[in-house]
């Protein structure tokens, strides 16, 4: 049974949340990534070069060549890191739009009669599938997938989107 703090939550690995603080947490998770991976693999780089430079030899100098080689693969080493870290953020601006998507189109049941299946056991390991009717309170997310929050004989369930078999006005 749900309690009214549900409402407008998501749960994801156990840990339940408002939907804004989700968010917050997320876009700081992200920040704080990108800070580590980024300057993590360019600075190390950069610093083999010059410590590289500093201690060759003077009577037998490093051919401009390998330097220029060298130069070219932290170039690309640069490329392929700000690569991955674009499609990382389309991949979770894409997320994002899906789960605002789910809960913009289920919060439209809102208020709506739903009827849906929801297996009961029989206390001897089987079950018996019933059907029910009640009213939809509210939408959460939980682990990225969209449930009801539905008011049935003064009950709140969570109710699949999946398990819904009737939408009435």
Known sequence: MASA????TITLDGKTQTVSNYEAAQQALKA?????????????????????????DPLN?????EYMSQLAQFSAL?????????MT???????????AMA??????????TVAWNQAVPNGDGT???????????????????PQLLVESNNKTYTVQTSDVTQIMK
């Not at 600075?43 to 430079?53: E, I």
């Not at 100098?61 to 060549?65: C, E, G, L, V």
């Not at 640069?78 to 674009?86: G, S």
């Not at 953020?89 to 789960?99: A, F, R, Y």
Request: glycine share 6%; aromatic share 4%.
């Open 61 to 65: 100098p490093a051919d401009s060549m």
């Open 5 to 8: 703090s549900d409402f407008n």
């Open 78 to 86: 640069e490329q392929m890191t700000n690569l991955n870290e674009t």
């Open 32 to 56: 704080a990534s990108k800070d580590s991976n980024s300057s993590l693999g360019k600075d190390a780089f950069l610093q083999l070069l010059v410590t590289q430079m500093r201690y060759q």
């Open 127 to 145: 079950s018996t599938t019933i059907s029910l009717t009640g009213n939809v309170k509210g939408v959460k997310i939980v682990n990225k997938v």
């Open 89 to 99: 953020t389309l991949s979770d601006s894409v997320n994002g739009i899906n789960s």
């Open 103 to 112: 809960l913009q189109q289920y919060s439209t049941l809102i208020g709506t």
